[in-house]
């Protein structure tokens, strides 16, 4: 590459030369030769004022003459007769007296003659310095050279043809009296025109004097080129003649020129010369032009080079084309002219493939963009930088309620903001402008009230984005209706007030028991506790608030204050460690719940006094067995005693009887007692095989009335029950009685009643079955509803009030019945985990083993 570079570089400078000396050197020969003219037209004129210069040297010296005081005293004393004859005496060799001799010593100019003319024109005296006389033309007339005026007065002229200088001034005496005129007379010839020149003069040029009417050369510098005599013309061929007048010598009879001859073979030569030197500089030009342009083309290949390795490197990565194959010979030019332009078709392909992706993007993206418009739930409006809409989505129609005709280049304020938020939106303008190019919050945004089309007004979030399009600035608005979200403040806010407004202390425990929260309801409860908001809990509640945190579980307590009592739901809040107490003041509950024990109670009571009304009958019936009994014996005893005929063994048996029947009656009336008695429930673990014995006795008169047959299946041994057995026995009647009842309507011999206990599982378990007619499934649902009966006398709450006291001892009650065929009642009580105390007897009784009631209900 640099190798062609330093080629091109050559054959470039070298061409570039050729043209530039073609055109150049006519160029310069035609500036050098008008220069040139001006030139020798300068040195013309300067050989003349050097010629006029010499001759005016001439003046001064006759100047100097004619006033030296050596001419005055040689003429003072002198009288020239004025009408002699005169013959002038001639000085030739020698200097006379009134010459004085400073010429070489003030390197004066030396006249060849010098002339003294008395007042009346006539030579008197002349100096010959030179060996040949003065030309007799110039002597004779020698009076007229001589000037009026006080100034020197210079001539030229000519005798024959040789042309003189004749320079002429006054002398005068101290008093100002014209004594005569000294002439000094100088031949121009060759030597006259050579100092004239002096060394300045060139030594090709050649100055002469002419006669301007002859056109001949009158003398010359150099006779020997040039001839003195030899007319002008004869001479052009050679020489550039340049003719000057002598303004300063025309009171001359002679009308001559100065001439300045340049001889054309030196003007040639000075243009040659010229030339020359240009076409040197040139080729200096011509090579520094090789080195810079070789240089440059050198740098640009680098540049090229290099460019073309990325560009190859980026064509076999981008489009997979082989680097063009500079080293393998051929023309490299045309081999990379041919790279390239494959090169630049597959980099217009690929423009054009990006161009059509580009418009595809960016049709997808208008696409999406337009989706995102159509599709976003919060109104978007374009404004202009003067605030009028220039493009809005169709939420922004449904949110503010226009027709697009309404806001056709409408102003946005006026139309749609309440005229009190006008300030705050200018404000957001400006703040959004001044946020433009911010990265982290590049809009400004804020809460205004905004009114529809219809005039309605409603509070938006609006945020607005500063953008710039083309040199102008458009703002984006996204308007969010905060209706919504202001009603959901408005909720929450109220909510928050809820725990306050509460009635119930409510309050918010740190794990720690400090007391993070309490509403004025709890204040009461804090005070009895001794506390408040910012302290902490009393220690056993601390522990309560730990384990509820521990657990997870929520758990409730009850705080007694003495009259007052609250229930305290703990529940626990794991994620920030806390527990919310959620108290209520149950001191109203707990009364009423007293209250509903008692009138239960009371209700047992008045059922159970009802089921004793209609078993007296029998249970009067039995007592007067035994009071018949006593009364038999009595009236035995009596009639012994009173015939003296009964021993005393027979006596002592017949009060044992009356003892032993009298004893059977206090023990059925403490049966009735015992069941017609009010008396506080109490609990007391007993036999349950002994209740349901009891019971039957109850109803033995009755069984015997009806004829059935009995059928007591029971567990072996005792079922111990911590039961308050008079409940229990009264659960036990009613449904022996139901049972009776039901009976009542069977044939008589076809009356069967069996009762079974058992143990199952923990539970002890009665089973009362009859074969009465059963009971429809229509009716079992409501069984042990309260006043369900289907006895005329019945009061339908036996059942209800039965479940209610299974239900206080833990136990429960249930029925199966096959309509037609018979009924069954189930009992199910927990077994006692204390057994029966040692007091109790098998065939009464109520234990040792009562046990305080439960003081819990
Ligand atoms: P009452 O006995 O006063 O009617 P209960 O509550 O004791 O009240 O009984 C409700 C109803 O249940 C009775 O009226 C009767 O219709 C029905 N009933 C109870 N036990 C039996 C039974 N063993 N056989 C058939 N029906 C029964």
């Not at 204050?561 to 108290?583: E, H, K, M, R, T």
């Not at 006596?651 to 059977?664: G, N, T, Y």
Request: hydrophobic share 45%; glycine share 6%; net charge negative.
């Amino acid at each position: 590459m640099p190798v062609i570079a330093i080629l091109i570089g050559l054959i470039a400078g070298l061409g570039v030369w050729g043209v530039l000396d073609q055109v150049q050197s006519r160029a310069i020969e035609r500036i050098f030769g008008k220069e040139l003219r001006a030139r020798l037209d300068l040195r013309a004129r300067e050989s003349l004022l050097r010629f006029d210069q010499h001759m005016a040297n001439y003046a001064a010296t006759a100047r100097l003459l004619a006033n030296h005081r050596r001419l005055a005293q040689y003429l003072e004393p002198l009288f020239w007769f004025p009408e002699e004859d005169i013959t002038p005496v001639v000085y030739k060799g020698f200097r006379p007296f009134w010459l004085p001799d400073f010429f070489d010593r003030n390197a004066l100019l030396a006249p060849s003659y010098v002339l003294l003319i008395d007042t009346r024109g006539r030579v008197r005296e002349v100096y010959q310095a030179v060996e040949q006389a003065m030309p007799a033309d110039i002597l004779t007339d020698a009076g007229q050279w001589i000037g009026d005026d006080e100034d020197v007065h210079a001539v030229l002229t000519r005798a024959g043809p040789a042309p003189f200088l004749i320079v002429s001034d006054r002398v005068e005496d101290a008093s100002g009296y014209r004594m005569g005129h000294l002439v000094v007379v100088i031949p121009i010839d060759a030597a006259f025109l050579t100092a004239a020149e002096g060394t300045v003069s060139s030594d090709s040029s050649v100055v002469a004097l002419v006669d301007a009417d002859e056109q001949r050369i009158l003398a010359s510098n150099e006779p020997q080129s040039l001839l003195p005599g030899s007319l002008i013309e004869d001479w052009t061929a050679e020489y550039l003649v340049t003719l000057q007048s002598l303004p300063r010598y025309e009171a001359s009879n002679w009308n001559m020129l100065f001439a300045t001859f340049i001889p054309h073979r030196s003007v040639a030569k000075m243009s040659e010369r010229v030339v020359d030197f240009e076409r040197r500089q040139r080729l200096i030009a011509a090579l520094a032009f090789i080195g810079v342009f070789t240089l440059l083309i050198y740098l640009v290949s680098v540049r090229l080079n290099k460019v073309l390795t990325r560009m190859s490197r980026f064509s076999q990565r981008a489009l997979e084309i082989e680097q063009p194959g500079f080293k393998q010979g051929g023309n490299q030019l045309l081999l990379l002219e041919d790279w390239i332009q494959h090169f630049t078709n597959l980099v217009l392909r690929a423009r054009e493939e990006m161009s059509l992706r580009h418009a595809h993007e960016l049709r997808e993206t208008e696409a999406l963009k337009a989706a995102i418009m159509e599709a976003s739930l919060d109104a978007i409006v374009t404004l202009s930088q003067r605030g009028q809409i220039i493009d809005y989505n169709p939420m922004a129609r449904v949110m503010l309620r226009f027709t697009p005709a309404d806001i056709l280049a409408a102003d946005f304020a006026t139309q749609f903001l309440d005229p009190a938020e006008h300030a705050a939106f200018a404000a957001m303008l400006r703040d959004s402008t001044r946020r433009h190019g911010d990265a982290q919050a590049p809009f400004a945004r804020g809460e205004l009230q905004a009114r529809r089309m219809d005039g309605s007004r409603f509070p938006v979030e609006m945020s607005i984005v500063p953008i710039d399009v083309d040199a102008e600035r458009v703002y984006t608005l996204y308007i969010h209706d905060a209706t919504k979200r202001k009603e959901a403040e408005r909720e929450i806010k109220s909510l928050a007030r809820f725990a306050s407004e509460s009635p119930n202390p409510i309050l918010r425990v740190t794990g720690d028991g400090g007391i993070a929260y309490a509403n004025a309801a709890s204040l009461p409860l804090l005070a009895h506790w001794g506390g408040a908001p910012g302290e902490r809990l009393p220690t056993p509640w601390i522990e309560e608030v730990r384990a509820a945190l521990d657990n997870g579980n929520t758990s409730e307590h009850e705080d007694d204050q003495g009259g007052q009592i609250y229930s305290l739901l703990f529940v626990p809040v794991a994620d920030p460690g806390y527990v919310n107490i959620y108290g209520r003041d149950i001191t109203a509950v707990r009364r009423a719940e007293q209250e509903s024990r008692q009138h239960q109670s009371e209700l047992v009571h008045v059922c159970r006094l009802s089921t004793m009304g209609e078993v007296a009958t029998g249970m009067a019936h039995e007592l007067n067995q035994p009071l018949s009994a006593i009364v038999n014996y009595a009236n035995g005893a009596s009639r012994r005693l009173q015939n003296d005929s009964g021993d005393r063994e027979a006596l002592v048996d017949a009060m044992r009887h009356i003892s032993s029947q009298a004893q059977r009656a206090g023990e059925i009336i403490r049966r009735l007692r015992a069941l017609v008695g009010k008396q506080p429930p109490i609990r007391s673990v007993v036999d349950l095989n002994y209740l349901v014995r009891e019971v039957c006795g109850f109803v033995e008169f009755e069984a015997t009335r009806l004829d059935l047959q009995w059928q007591l299946a029971l567990a072996d041994g005792e079922i111990p029950v911590n039961v308050d057995l008079v409940q229990i026995e009264q659960v036990l009647l009613n449904l022996v009685r139901n049972a009776m009842d039901a009976l009542e309507e069977q044939p008589a011999d076809a009356r069967r009643l069996e009762i079974s206990t058992w143990v199952e599982d923990g539970w002890a378990l009665v089973r009362i079955a009859d074969n009465g007619p059963g009971i429809p499934p229509e009716r079992m649902t409501h069984l042990f509803d309260p006043f369900f009966t289907t006895k005329e006398s019945g009061m339908g709450m036996g059942l209800p009030i039965s479940l209610t006291i299974l239900e206080n001892h833990e136990g429960t009650i249930w029925a199966e019945s096959a309509p037609g065929r018979g009924s069954r009642f189930y009992v199910r009580l927990p077994v006692a985990a204390s057994s029966i105390g040692d007091g109790m007897t098998d065939a009464a009784g109520p234990t040792a083993a009562q046990t305080a009631g439960d003081s819990s209900r």
